[in-house]
C-alpha cells in the first residue's frame, strides 16, 4: 500500500498498525473503550485475507490468539481492565511457552467495571504482575494517534524478536482522541518475524536458546515436531520437577527480556539538557506535562520531561542517569501513584514527588505548572 | 493562530461528537491545520450529556483538551449550565436559542450568537438529523475558523448518499450564521 493519511482515533490507528505490522489474526469480545479496534478488525481482516474472530468472552479470546501464534500468523487481541483481567491466566501461558502476540489495552477507570468511558492508567503494575509466577513482558505507552500506529508495530517486532507478549497500554483519552495519522508506504516499515530452526527435525530442542536467549520457533503443521506446555519445561520441551531446570528456565525468560532492555526501552527527553527539575510522565499526562514545562519556562523555571514510551521493561538506567542530572523529580501519573515507586527505588536519594488522578481527566497543565512551581520554591 | 480552542456540549444523539469529527477531519485533511478531537459521554447511547471538542493550531498540539474555549457551542441547557463558567474573555457563545436561554451572568465580553439549528435542520432542510451540520455553517460563519470550500469537500466526501442534504443544511447554516453576525453589529 503506498502512504496514506487520515484523520481518525487512537484505536483506529492502533488497528491499522496492526494491520501493517503483518497481523493477520484478531481474536476478541468488545468492550469500550477499546470497541473501535475490534470494529475496524472486522471489517479491515477480511480485506487483507486475515480472520476476525469474536469469542464467547475473553479467555477464548487471547488462548485462541495464542493458537494463531504457533501457526506462524501474527495476531492480536484488544481489550480494557476487565477483560484483561479475565486474559491474565492466559498470558502466563504465553509467557511460559514463549508466544509472541500483542495484548492492547485501552485502559479505562477501575477496579471492577469502573468507569467504562473514562479513562485511567490504574494497569499499570497488573500489565507486570497480573499473571503469577516471575516474569518479564515488554509494555509500550503510545500518547497520540500516530504512536497509537507506531508502537503498534513496535509491539508486533518486539513480540516476534523476543516470542513474549507485549502489552500496548494506553489511556482512554489517547485511544479515542482523532488525529491526523500518516501511514508510510508499506516499503518503509521495517518488520520482524520470529526467528524459525534450521536444524535438521530429529535435531530440533524446541526451548534450547541462542546466545540472544531467544530459542528459535517452529510453527504447527510443519516437519518440526514439538511439545509446549505451561508446565516448566527443558529444552526438548518435556515438563520437569527439577530445581535446576525451574531456575534455568524462568531465569531465561526473565533475562531475555531484561538483558536486552536497552535494545527495547524507549523514552522521550523533552527540554531536559540544563533542567533542574524533571517531569516524569507517559500516555495523555505526559502532552499536559509538555504544556506545563513550556509555560514555567517563561517563568525562568528550568524544567524538562522524561517521557516513558516504553513502562515495561522500567526504563530504569534512563531514571538513574536523569536522578544525577536534575535536583527534584515529579512523576505525573492518572492513577494513585504506580511507576513512581519505580521511579522513586531508581532515582534515590533524588527526591521524587507524586501526581496523582486517579479518573478520567489527566492532570491538567496548570495543576502540573502549581506543583513545578512549589517544587522549584521548596 | 497558536492556539484555538472549540467545545460542543448537547445530548446523546444530537451529532455533538460527529459535528466535532467533521470538522477536525476538514481542518486536518483540507485546512493542513493541527487538530485534537476529543469527546466525552456517558454509556447511553441516546439522551445522556455529550461533550466534543477541538482544539485547533499551527503547529503540535500538547494537551489534548480544551482549557477555556474560544467558542462554544450550547445545544442543551445541561450543557449550557454545565460549561458556560469556562467561557474565555472575549469568547464566543454559539446557543440553539430553542434549547438553550441565556442565564446567569456571562462575561460582558462574551459575544453570543443565537441560531435556531434544530428548527432549520426540521423545517427548512426536511431532516432533523442534519442539525449538527446546519450548527457547522453557523460556526464557520461566525469564526471563521474552517474554510466553507473544505466543509463542502468533507460533507460530500463523507456522506455521498445524502450529499445534497447535508450540503442544503450547510448553506442554511452559513446563512444563519451571516445573519447572526450581522444582528449582533446592529
Same mark, same amino acid.
Given at each position: 500500500?503506498?502512504?496514506?493519511?487520515?484523520?481518525?482515533?487512537?484505536?483506529?490507528?492502533?488497528?491499522?498498525?496492526?494491520?501493517?505490522?503483518?497481523?493477520?489474526?484478531?481474536?476478541?469480545?468488545?468492550?469500550?473503550?477499546?470497541?473501535?479496534?475490534?470494529?475496524?478488525?472486522?471489517?479491515?481482516?477480511?480485506?487483507?485475507?486475515?480472520?476476525?474472530?469474536?469469542?464467547?468472552?475473553?479467555?477464548?479470546?487471547?488462548?485462541?490468539?495464542?493458537?494463531?501464534?504457533?501457526?506462524?500468523?501474527?495476531?492480536?487481541?484488544?481489550?480494557?481492565?476487565?477483560?484483561?483481567?479475565?486474559?491474565?491466566?492466559?498470558?502466563?501461558?504465553?509467557?511460559?511457552? *514463549?508466544?509472541?502476540?500483542?495484548?492492547?489495552?485501552?485502559?479505562?477507570?477501575?477496579?471492577?467495571?469502573?468507569?467504562?468511558?473514562?479513562?485511567?492508567?490504574?494497569? &499499570? +503494575?497488573?500489565?507486570?504482575?497480573?499473571?503469577?509466577?516471575?516474569?518479564?513482558?515488554?509494555?509500550?505507552?503510545?500518547?497520540?494517534?500516530?504512536? +497509537?500506529?507506531?508502537?503498534?508495530?513496535?509491539?508486533?517486532?518486539?513480540?516476534?524478536?523476543?516470542?513474549?507478549?507485549?502489552?500496548?497500554?494506553?489511556?482512554?483519552?489517547?485511544?479515542? +482522541?482523532?488525529?491526523?495519522?500518516?501511514?508510510?508506504?508499506?516499503?518503509?516499515?521495517?518488520?520482524?518475524?520470529?526467528?524459525?530452526?534450521?536444524?535438521?527435525?530429529?535435531?530440533?530442542?524446541?526451548?534450547?536458546?541462542?546466545?540472544?536467549?531467544?530459542?528459535?520457533?517452529?510453527?504447527?503443521?510443519?516437519?518440526?515436531?514439538?511439545?509446549?506446555?505451561?508446565?516448566?519445561?527443558?529444552?526438548?520441551?518435556?515438563?520437569?520437577?527439577?530445581?535446576?531446570?525451574?531456575? *534455568?528456565?524462568?531465569?531465561?525468560?526473565?533475562?531475555?527480556?531484561?538483558?536486552?532492555?536497552?535494545?527495547?526501552?524507549?523514552?522521550?527527553?523533552?527540554?531536559?539538557?540544563?533542567?533542574?527539575?524533571?517531569?516524569?510522565?507517559?500516555?495523555?499526562?505526559?502532552?499536559? !506535562?509538555?504544556? !506545563?514545562?513550556?509555560? &514555567?519556562?517563561?517563568?525562568?523555571?528550568?524544567?524538562?520531561?522524561?517521557?516513558?514510551?516504553?513502562?515495561?521493561?522500567?526504563?530504569?538506567?534512563?531514571?538513574?542517569?536523569?536522578?544525577?542530572? &536534575?535536583?527534584?523529580?515529579?512523576? #505525573?501519573?492518572?492513577?494513585?501513584?504506580?511507576?513512581?515507586?519505580?521511579?522513586?527505588?531508581? #532515582?534515590?536519594?533524588?527526591? &521524587?514527588?507524586?501526581?496523582?488522578?486517579?479518573?478520567?481527566?489527566?492532570?491538567?497543565?496548570?495543576?502540573?505548572?502549581?506543583?513545578?512551581?512549589?517544587?522549584?520554591?521548596? | 493562530?497558536?492556539?484555538?480552542?472549540?467545545?460542543?456540549?448537547?445530548?446523546?444523539?444530537?451529532?455533538?461528537?460527529?459535528?466535532?469529527?467533521?470538522?477536525?477531519?476538514?481542518?486536518?485533511?483540507?485546512?493542513?491545520?493541527?487538530?485534537?478531537?476529543?469527546?466525552?459521554?456517558?454509556?447511553?447511547?441516546?439522551?445522556?450529556?455529550?461533550?466534543?471538542?477541538?482544539?485547533?493550531?499551527?503547529?503540535?498540539?500538547?494537551?489534548?483538551?480544551?482549557?477555556?474555549?474560544?467558542?462554544?457551542?450550547?445545544?442543551?441547557?445541561?450543557?449550557?449550565?454545565?460549561?458556560?463558567?469556562?467561557?474565555?474573555?472575549?469568547?464566543?457563545?454559539?446557543?440553539?436559542?430553542?434549547?438553550?436561554?441565556?442565564?446567569?451572568?456571562?462575561?460582558?465580553?462574551?459575544?453570543?450568537?443565537?441560531?435556531?439549528?434544530?428548527?432549520?435542520?426540521?423545517?427548512?432542510?426536511?431532516?432533523?438529523?442534519?442539525?449538527?451540520?446546519?450548527?457547522?455553517?453557523?460556526?464557520?460563519?461566525?469564526?471563521?475558523?474552517?474554510?466553507?470550500?473544505?466543509?463542502?469537500?468533507?460533507?460530500?466526501?463523507?456522506?455521498?448518499?445524502?450529499?445534497?442534504?447535508?450540503?442544503?443544511?450547510?448553506?442554511?447554516?452559513?446563512?444563519?450564521?451571516?445573519?447572526?453576525?450581522?444582528?449582533?453589529?446592529?
Amino acid at each position: 500500500m503506498p502512504k496514506r493519511i487520515m484523520f481518525t482515533m487512537g484505536d483506529i490507528a492502533c488497528a491499522e498498525g496492526a494491520i501493517s505490522a503483518g497481523c493477520r489474526y484478531f481474536g476478541g469480545y468488545p468492550i469500550t473503550p477499546a470497541t473501535e479496534i475490534a470494529e475496524w478488525m472486522a471489517r479491515r481482516m477480511p480485506e487483507v485475507g486475515g480472520a476476525y474472530v469474536q469469542y464467547e468472552d475473553e479467555i477464548a479470546s487471547i488462548t485462541s490468539v495464542i493458537g494463531a501464534s504457533w501457526t506462524g500468523t501474527k495476531a492480536m487481541t484488544a481489550t480494557s481492565g476487565p477483560g484483561v483481567s479475565l486474559m491474565m491466566e492466559a498470558v502466563g501461558l504465553a509467557v511460559m511457552t *514463549e508466544t509472541p502476540l500483542v495484548l492492547v489495552n485501552i485502559m479505562r477507570g477501575g477496579p471492577s467495571t469502573g468507569q467504562p468511558t473514562r479513562g485511567q492508567q490504574g494497569d &499499570v +503494575m497488573q500489565a507486570k504482575w497480573g499473571s503469577h509466577g516471575d516474569y518479564q513482558i515488554i509494555a509500550l505507552t503510545p500518547a497520540s494517534v500516530q504512536e +497509537m500506529f507506531d508502537e503498534t508495530i513496535r509491539a508486533f517486532n518486539l513480540s516476534e524478536r523476543y516470542r513474549v507478549p507485549v502489552f500496548l497500554l494506553a489511556d482512554e483519552t489517547v485511544g479515542h +482522541m482523532r488525529e491526523r495519522l500518516v501511514i508510510p508506504d508499506e516499503k518503509d516499515i521495517k518488520l520482524e518475524y520470529r526467528k524459525l530452526p534450521t536444524v535438521d527435525p530429529s535435531e530440533y530442542l524446541p526451548f534450547k536458546p541462542d546466545d540472544d536467549l531467544v530459542p528459535p520457533m517452529a510453527l504447527l503443521g510443519t516437519k518440526y515436531q514439538f511439545y509446549a506446555t505451561g508446565l516448566t519445561h527443558d529444552e526438548r520441551g518435556y515438563p520437569s520437577d527439577k530445581e535446576e531446570v525451574q531456575i *534455568e528456565l524462568i531465569t531465561r525468560l526473565n533475562n531475555k527480556i531484561l538483558k536486552n532492555a536497552d535494545k527495547i526501552v524507549e523514552v522521550e527527553e523533552f527540554m531536559l539538557d540544563d533542567a533542574e527539575i524533571a517531569v516524569i510522565a507517559y500516555g495523555t499526562p505526559s502532552r499536559s !506535562a509538555k504544556r !506545563a514545562i513550556k509555560d &514555567v519556562r517563561q517563568e525562568g523555571i528550568r524544567a524538562g520531561l522524561l517521557r516513558l514510551k516504553t513502562v515495561w521493561p522500567f526504563p530504569e538506567r534512563h531514571v538513574v542517569d536523569l536522578a544525577t542530572k &536534575v535536583k527534584q523529580i515529579i512523576v #505525573a501519573e492518572q492513577n494513585l501513584g504506580q511507576i513512581y515507586y519505580m521511579v522513586k527505588a531508581a #532515582a534515590s536519594p533524588t527526591p &521524587v514527588h507524586l501526581m496523582t488522578k486517579p479518573a478520567g481527566m489527566p492532570q491538567l497543565p496548570q495543576e502540573i505548572v502549581q506543583m513545578i512551581r512549589e517544587v522549584h520554591s521548596s | 493562530m497558536s492556539r484555538y480552542e472549540v467545545r460542543i456540549g448537547g445530548f446523546g444523539g444530537q451529532g455533538i461528537v460527529t459535528m466535532a469529527v467533521v470538522l477536525g477531519e476538514t481542518l486536518s485533511l483540507i485546512d493542513n491545520k493541527y487538530v485534537v478531537q476529543t469527546q466525552s459521554y456517558g454509556p447511553e447511547a441516546r439522551g445522556g450529556a455529550s461533550k466534543s471538542e477541538v482544539v485547533i493550531g499551527d503547529e503540535e498540539i500538547d494537551y489534548p483538551k480544551v482549557q477555556r474555549p474560544d467558542v462554544f457551542i450550547a445545544m442543551s441547557r445541561a450543557a449550557y449550565l454545565e460549561y458556560v463558567d469556562g467561557m474565555r474573555e472575549g469568547g464566543i457563545l454559539i446557543v440553539d436559542e430553542d434549547l438553550v436561554q441565556i442565564e446567569g451572568s456571562l462575561p460582558s465580553s462574551v459575544r453570543v450568537y443565537k441560531i435556531p439549528a434544530t428548527r432549520i435542520a426540521d423545517m427548512e432542510v426536511g431532516n432533523k438529523q442534519t442539525t449538527n451540520v446546519v450548527m457547522l455553517g453557523a460556526l464557520a460563519a461566525i469564526t471563521g475558523i474552517v474554510s466553507v470550500e473544505g466543509l463542502k469537500q468533507r460533507i460530500a466526501e463523507r456522506w455521498p448518499r445524502f450529499k445534497e442534504l447535508n450540503l442544503k443544511a450547510l448553506e442554511l447554516g452559513l446563512e444563519a450564521g451571516r445573519r447572526a453576525v450581522e444582528s449582533s453589529q446592529t
